[in-house]
């Protein structure tokens, strides 16, 4: 019991400084039955009876009997009153049928004290947080339990959220209870939670997805009872929605942050255990993933896609012809001339598709099918000029319509290595031929009529068609593993890779964006590069670790690249790699 005098205005006093606060008592709103523990609250607030604030919110008074810790046997009436709902959203409270006041949606208390629904329709769709040391094991534990409830759990109180849920054990007053009072957000011990999902019913309804009356009507008139519409009824659905392309930050139960989105038809998260998977994108998931997407879900999502090994057993990594740095010294004429492609290198052994590392693609059957079994192939996975992101994001994934927008560009035979380029090229063409793909080509190679040819070429493709560059082979050359002055690149601009360190807020029109990558060379020399960046990227920028492809004209003095551009992320390489200027001079 509170030593202090009362306030001679009780629960209608005006005054809000501490001073006064602390030298006289007054109802706590929660009445008899509070959640609070802290020794501190007790001594400022009297619960013999709960308040009613003025005005009275419409709809929200419940009666209760009154509870008074001196073990009087008065039976006395009070109206107790909970947090108002908040404007303009209205709570998102589980109906709670009460025979005084059937319109509320607010718990009522139970002859214990503690907030107890009398009847609750479903909690799914709730947005809580759990708070405190809860009896029934830690707040992760709880999350979990709610989450198969299709109840939301996030960790700090806004205005979205319909509970704050205190757990039973001894503990201090907190923020989060100053904030949800602040709001008017209902809070409630461990025990009022506990008795308010085990009222649930309707379990059979938990997945059921929201649906409007008319949209409900609609689909009594359809009447869709079809075996593909019970199927769809059946299958589990994420907690949370997210659209195409957007992401969300997810705080981990060690305090981490990573962001969890969704591309095409899979789900990523940024989390080390996720990225470091030895299976394609779609086939990836965590415990974040399940977490929020939720674990029936997730199960349901990964279980349809047959995970493929980081290297296939006993796949040797692939010997590769690789290409030099065309000087313009070098006279070209008579050399076989073709676009340089912005796609993935992709290795054909015979039975699979795989990147320079030797780790399989996740193609598709009928896009491997019909491929040579005696011969391989040497070529990219090529969705479009300016479109590496999306072919990297493609190619990682498995059991998708989105391969049909890929094209196999195949221009070498690594096995018929000992023979000139020119009868690998005729060998190629023959095969394509008869076997008539439609989602592989053969790439066009012109012969080159000098150094001015190049230039021209070289305008061409990179300023009028957007393309990347250049690729010169020297006639009647063999197929040789490695890097070969046999094969030149010709680019206006030198590319490098570098690995992500960390970003760089946007300003301006990309406020609330990454507005730079901070990425370190190989050489330990750090800079920004944020041009080339599109909208997507800077919403969705590369992991932290992520490898990435950067352009740039020069070097500084420092070793740092003059005007970098970003170019995107590589999936075939796992350290950063610096440009080898040659000649370099100063401008």
Known sequence: ??????????????????????????????????????????????????ITTTPKPAGVSISIANHDDGG???????????????????????????????????????????????????VEGLTVVFTGTCVGGT??????????????????????????????????????????????????????????????????????????HTQAQADDDDDDTGPAAKTAAKSPQPLHQLDDGESVKFTSSSGSEYTIKHVGDHYYCTCPAWRNQSAPVDARSCKHLAEYLGAAYEK?????????????????KPELLLAHKWESKKDPTGWHMSEKLDGVRAFWNGSQLLSRLGNP?????????????????????????????????????SGTDRWKQVTYMVFDSPSRGDDPFESRMQAIQSWHQSSQLDHVTVVLHTLCQGVKHVQTELKRVTETLGG?????????????????????????????????????????????KVGALE????????????????????????????????????????????????????????APKDAVIVNATKT
């Not at 809000?16 to 709103?29: A, E, K, L, Q, V």
């Not at 896609?305 to 057993?313: F, T, W």
């Open 361 to 397: 693609f996740a193609a598709p059957e009928w896009f491997t099918k019909d491929l040579p079994k005696d011969e391989t192939l040497d070529g990219e996975l090529f969705v479009g000029r300016g479109k590496f992101s999306a072919t990297v994001s493609i190619v990682k994934t």
């Open 1 to 50: 019991m509170s030593t202090l005098p009362a306030c001679q205005y009780g629960a209608s006093c005006y005054r809000s400084d501490p001073r006064h606060m602390t030298s006289f008592t007054h109802p706590c709103r929660y009445g008899p039955s509070c959640y609070r523990k802290d020794p501190a609250h007790f001594n400022q607030f009297t619960h013999n009876t709960a």
């Open 468 to 512: 990347e560059g250049l690729m010169l082979r020297q006639p009647k050359s063999k197929y040789q593993a490695g890097r070969n002055y046999t094969l030149l690149k010709v680019k206006q601009f030198h590319d490098a890779e570098a690995i992500v360190r960390g970003y760089s807020a946007g300003k301006g029109k990309h406020k609330g």
């Open 300 to 316: 349901e999502r990964v279980g349809h896609v047959v995970a493929m090994p980081l290297r296939a057993k006993g796949t040797p």
């Open 519 to 574: 990425v370190e060379m190989a050489s330990g020399k750090s800079f920004k590069v944020g041009s080339g960046m599109s909208d997507h990227d800077r919403d969705h920028p590369p992991a932290i670790g992520a490898i990435v492809t950067y352009r740039f004209q020069e070097l500084t003095d420092d070793g740092i690249p003059r005007f970098p551009t970003f170019v995107g992320e590589r999936v075939d390489m796992t």
């Open 139 to 212: 707040r992760k534990d709880m999350e979990r339990a709610a989450g198969l409830l299709g109840v939301r759990c996030v960790h700090s109180v806004s205005k979205h959220v319909d509970y704050l849920v205190v757990g039973d054990l001894e503990q201090a007053h907190g923020n989060k209870e100053d904030k949800a009072e602040t709001l008017n957000i209902p809070v409630i011990t461990e025990t009022a939670w506990n008795k308010m999902i085990t009222s649930t019913k309707g379990s059979a309804n938990k997945t059921k997805a929201k649906r409007s």
């Open 72 to 122: 009087s046997d008065d039976d006395a009436v009070s109206t107790h009153v909970y947090a108002a709902p908040r404007s303009p959203r209205a709570p998102r409270s589980p109906a709670v049928v009460d025979e005084d006041n059937s319109d509320s949606k607010m718990p009522v208390d139970d002859e214990d004290g503690d907030a107890q629904p009398t009847l609750v329709d479903s």
